[in-house]
Nanobody, 127 residues
Framework: QVQLVESGGGSVQAGGSLRLSCSAS????????MGWFRQAPGEEREFVGN????????SYADFAKGRFRISRDNAGNMVYVEMNNLEPEDTAIYYC????????????????????WGQGTQVTVSS
């Protein structure tokens, strides 16, 4: 069964940190680009960042640069996003997503480009 399962969400105060994890199963994880997206209430789902199948290239949305770090473990079928210096504006449901690695990761910065999605994990940042 093809599946992505996120974990690690929670409530933190502004300035705090969280590390989200995403466990993959049912597909050849090392052949897939992995992305992180988020969706706040009443907003569209937005790109956070993504990582190449071999982990060699990573891209971030502007708001994530310098605060978020994406990594992956192909042996364990896991992808992570470490989020630091969190702000109330980071409050959202965070999703991981997967797509076969055909093009450069720069091509895969919108939700419709991804084939597989997790159920999401809530991140709440209070001021």
């Amino acid at each position: 069964q093809v599946q992505l399962v996120e974990s690690g969400g929670g409530s933190v105060q502004a300035g705090g940190s969280l590390r989200l994890s995403c466990s993959a199963s049912g597909f050849m994880f090392s052949d897939y680009i992995m992305g992180w997206f988020r969706q706040a209430p009443g907003e569209e789902r937005e790109f956070v960042g993504n990582i190449a199948a071999d982990g060699g290239t990573i891209s971030y949305a502007d708001f994530a640069k310098g605060r978020f770090r994406i990594s992956r473990d192909n042996a364990g079928n896991m992808v992570y996003v470490e989020m630091n210096n969190l702000e109330p504006e980071d409050t959202a449901i965070y999703y991981c997503a997967a797509v076969p690695s055909v093009n450069d990761i720069a091509y895969y910065q919108t939700p419709e480009k991804y084939d597989i999605w997790g159920q999401g994990t809530q991140v709440t940042v209070s001021s």
